[in-house]
């Protein structure tokens, strides 16, 4: 099993639309939780941290549950511009060079 | 420029034969990491600099592969011998906060072994 897994996708929304997806984990001493967007033959950036009151960025929100070991995040009024991969990545307490990079979902808005 | 680069953009090389893979981070940036990513997938780590240090090379997937900073900023990755599988984006990138977030990304070295 994957340390952190990711619904590949694609999603497939119109324009408009309010989508989520989410990541799990499988290690429980993970630390930190973030979301990166990766656009086609570019490079990954960081999109928000998420943390454990959940937050919200704009049309962003991430939530954290420790609990059941996934993050997500939910993109309201979606635009043609958030077509992208977004990756999931966990650090662990035990090493600050263990970052860990979910394989993605990939997102598609259509007009 | 302010970001970091990576050098060379393509790489084509024949199997078999060594290749060097530069990444210039941003200007003071303490942190400095390699990924591999394959097509579809994410990021995996290969290698963790600490200014100089070399603190964590688990990720590296055989003894063809070595990274080095001899100076704390610039950074080389270097493939001996090259094989197909080594066929995939090499990403740097570097952080200037502990936690190492948020990293900073270079375009990366996409590099095709025939």
């Known amino acids: 099993r994957k340390e952190v897994e990711q619904d590949p996708g694609p999603f497939n929304v119109p324009e408009g639309a309010t989508v989520a997806f989410n990541c799990t984990y499988s290690?429980?001493?993970?630390?930190?939780f973030f979301w990166y967007r990766q656009d086609c033959r570019k490079e990954p950036k960081l999109l928000m941290s998420?943390?454990?009151s959940g937050n919200e960025d704009g049309r962003f929100t991430a939530q954290l549950n420790r609990a059941s070991q996934y993050i997500s995040l939910l993109i309201r009024d979606s635009k043609l511009s958030d077509s992208a991969t977004y990756l999931c990545?966990?650090?662990?307490?035990?090493?600050?060079?263990?970052?860990?990079f979910g394989s993605g979902t990939r997102l598609s808005i259509r007009p | 420029g302010a970001g970091v680069s990576q050098s060379p953009r393509y790489k084509v090389a024949k199997r078999g034969q060594d290749v060097a893979l530069r990444c210039d981070p941003i200007?003071?940036?303490?942190?400095l990491f390699w990924y591999q990513q394959a097509l579809g997938q994410g990021p995996e780590f290969l290698t963790y600099?600490?200014?100089?240090?070399?603190?964590?090379k688990s990720g590296l997937p055989s003894d063809r592969f070595f990274a080095e900073r001899p100076e704390g900023s610039v950074s080389t990755l270097k493939i001996q011998r090259t094989q197909q599988e080594d066929s995939a984006v090499y990403l740097c990138?570097?952080?200037?906060?502990?936690?190492?977030?948020?990293?900073?990304f270079g375009d990366g070295t996409r590099l095709s072994i025939l």
């Open positions: 290690n429980s001493a993970s630390q930190s």
């Open positions: 600099f600490q200014n100089e240090a070399q603190l964590d």
């Open positions: 200007s003071g940036h303490v942190s």
């Open positions: 990545v966990v650090t662990l307490y035990s090493s600050a060079s263990k970052i860990i």
């Open positions: 990138a570097s952080s200037s906060r502990t936690g190492n977030q948020p990293q900073h």
């Open positions: 998420v943390y454990s």
